[in-house]
């Protein structure tokens, strides 16, 4: 066991991470806190000390959290309300509704009705212009959905970047988040926009990002500004509706020939989408 040996914060965050990983594939077995501190060789209180002050949550509160979360992606795919519970392994209905209406303030009646565009806005239609992201790469899959690869960045180890170094970037306050293909490759790049490269930190990457018409969707804020988990799966859910279900039922499609993207700033974050009118797009083809 650990004894008196402290873990660096890195050890922390591994075992958190671990943990994470193991919950996400046995949702529906007795997941505790003391079975995880076993399985890990952690003492149950410094497991608990580590969720806590990593993730902001106890072990129970986030199995319950990812429980809520398979229930709403299972009402997103049009199923009932009672095969959502069982499918995300809720023993109970009223622990099931509860724990489902505290974390997206509608009850799941409500979020299947609308199939969860209550939490949705209409985008706006406008022009954003080109830049280039400074950034983090991370190493993807060879499959991208946005529906369940958004926010990706929130489940990375960033490498550490000097404020010198950082603050030579050039960029703002805002950070923007996309998938990139590379040498056949699949990365999401997280970082600032700039419109002129002018230093590139060691470890991080630049890609380049073309503007044009965009429909911009926000994404709705977690009660806590700072509960990541909820976020992810905010912008998740944005991408859901952006691409399933705004988009077949508007007057645009999406332009294949430029880069969707994330865009975070101070709590204002959105998703954006390039789009060309359908009409046009159309007219296009015809020409071809």
């Given at each position: 066991?650990?004894g008196?040996?402290r873990?660096?914060?890195?050890?922390?965050?591994?075992?958190v991470?671990?943990?994470?990983?193991?919950?996400?594939?046995?949702?529906?077995?007795?997941i505790?806190?003391?079975?995880?501190?076993?399985?890990?060789?952690?003492?149950?209180?410094?497991?608990?000390?580590?969720f806590?002050?990593?993730?902001?949550?106890?072990?129970?509160?986030?199995?319950?959290?990812?429980?809520?979360?398979?229930?709403?992606?299972?009402?997103?795919?049009?199923k009932?309300?009672?095969?959502a519970?069982?499918?995300?392994?809720?023993?109970?209905?009223?622990?099931?509704?509860?724990?489902?209406?505290?974390?997206?303030?509608?009850?799941?009646?409500?979020?299947?009705?609308?199939?969860?565009?209550?939490?949705?806005k209409?985008?706006?239609?406008?022009?954003?212009?080109?830049?280039?992201?400074?950034?983090?790469?991370?190493?993807?899959?060879?499959?991208?959905?946005?529906?369940?690869?958004?926010?990706?960045?929130?489940?990375?180890d960033?490498?550490?970047?000097?404020?010198?170094?950082?603050?030579?970037?050039?960029?703002?306050?805002?950070?923007?988040?996309?998938w990139m293909v590379?040498?056949?490759?699949?990365?999401?790049i997280?970082?600032?926009?700039v419109?002129?490269v002018?230093f590139?930190?060691?470890?991080?990457d630049?890609?380049?990002?073309?503007?044009?018409?965009?429909?911009?969707f926000?994404?709705?804020?977690?009660?806590?500004?700072?509960?990541?988990?909820?976020?992810?799966?905010?912008?998740?859910?944005?991408w859901?509706?952006?691409?399933?279900?705004?988009?077949?039922?508007?007057d645009?499609?999406?332009?294949?020939?430029?880069?969707?993207?994330?865009?975070?700033?101070?709590?204002?974050?959105?998703?954006?989408?390039?789009?060309?009118?359908?009409?046009?797009?159309?007219?296009?083809?015809?020409?071809?």
């Amino acid at each position: 066991m650990e004894g008196t040996t402290r873990k660096s914060k890195a050890a922390q965050k591994a075992i958190v991470k671990a943990c994470k990983r193991y919950i996400e594939t046995h949702l529906g077995e007795n997941i505790t806190l003391e079975s995880l501190a076993e399985r890990y060789d952690v003492p149950s209180r410094n497991l608990w000390r580590y969720f806590n002050n990593i993730g902001g949550y106890s072990v129970a509160e986030y199995i319950r959290l990812r429980k809520v979360h398979l229930a709403a992606r299972a009402l997103l795919h049009g199923k009932t309300v009672n095969d959502a519970m069982e499918s995300s392994f809720f023993r109970s209905k009223t622990h099931f509704v509860d724990s489902f209406t505290e974390y997206y303030g509608i009850s799941p009646w409500q979020f299947k009705k609308t199939r969860g565009m209550e939490l949705m806005k209409e985008p706006r239609i406008m022009g954003r212009p080109e830049f280039n992201i400074v950034g983090y790469i991370f190493k993807g899959t060879e499959l991208i959905d946005w529906e369940d690869s958004g926010a990706y960045y929130i489940t990375q180890d960033f490498p550490q970047v000097s404020p010198r170094d950082w603050a030579r970037i050039g960029g703002g306050a805002d950070m923007v988040g996309t998938w990139m293909v590379k040498n056949d490759t699949h990365y999401y790049i997280f970082g600032p926009g700039v419109k002129e490269v002018r230093f590139i930190p060691e470890g991080l990457d630049t890609f380049y990002v073309p503007g044009g018409q965009f429909a911009v969707f926000p994404v709705p804020k977690p009660k806590n500004p700072a509960d990541s988990t909820v976020l992810c799966e905010n912008v998740q859910v944005t991408w859901f509706y952006a691409l399933k279900q705004w988009i077949p039922a508007s007057d645009y499609e999406v332009d294949d020939t430029r880069i969707p993207y994330e865009y975070y700033l101070d709590g204002e974050n959105s998703v954006c989408v390039p789009v060309v009118p359908r009409e046009e797009l159309l007219e296009e083809q015809r020409k071809t």
